[in-house]
C-alpha cells in the first residue's frame, strides 16, 4: 500500500532540500511567526498535493509562483488545486516570487492580516 502519499512525500522531502531563493526568504519570515502562536510548515502534503507552506491552525496556505505559473495550464491547474484545498477548509494565498524577493514587507503584511495580527 506505499502507492501515492509515499510519492507525495519523497516528493515534499525533495522540494525541502531544493527551495526556491523566494522560498528560503519567506520561509525566514514564517518561521518568526512561531511565537505568535502560529507555526508553519514548508513543502507540506495535503491531500495530493503539496503546499508550500501551511499553517494547518490557521487553515492558511501560502504559495509562491514562479513564471511558470503565468501559463495557461498552470493557471487552470492553479485554480483546480486552490478549489480542492479551499473546498477542505484552506485559505489560500499566492505570491509571484519577485514580490516576496523585492517586498516582503508588503507579503508579509498581507499574511498578518490574514492571521488577525494587524
Not at 514564517?30 to 503539496?50: D, M
Request: include cysteine; hydrophobic fraction near 40%.
Amino acid at each position: 500500500m506505499g502507492g501515492l502519499p509515499s510519492m507525495v512525500n519523497e516528493t515534499a522531502r525533495q522540494l525541502r532540500k531544493n527551495q526556491t531563493d523566494a522560498e528560503k526568504h519567506l520561509w525566514r519570515k514564517l518561521r518568526q511567526l512561531k511565537s505568535s502562536g502560529f507555526h508553519f510548515r514548508r513543502q507540506a502534503p495535503i491531500g495530493n498535493f503539496i503546499a508550500d507552506f501551511a499553517c494547518h491552525s490557521a487553515n492558511l496556505i501560502i504559495e509562491c509562483d514562479g513564471g511558470q505559473h503565468a501559463h495557461d495550464e498552470a493557471i487552470v491547474r492553479d485554480t483546480e488545486r486552490t478549489a480542492w484545498l479551499e473546498s477542505q477548509g484552506y485559505k489560500v494565498l499566492r505570491f509571484w516570487n519577485n514580490d516576496v524577493l523585492s517586498n516582503i514587507d508588503g507579503v508579509m503584511q498581507i499574511i498578518h492580516l490574514e492571521l488577525g495580527l494587524e
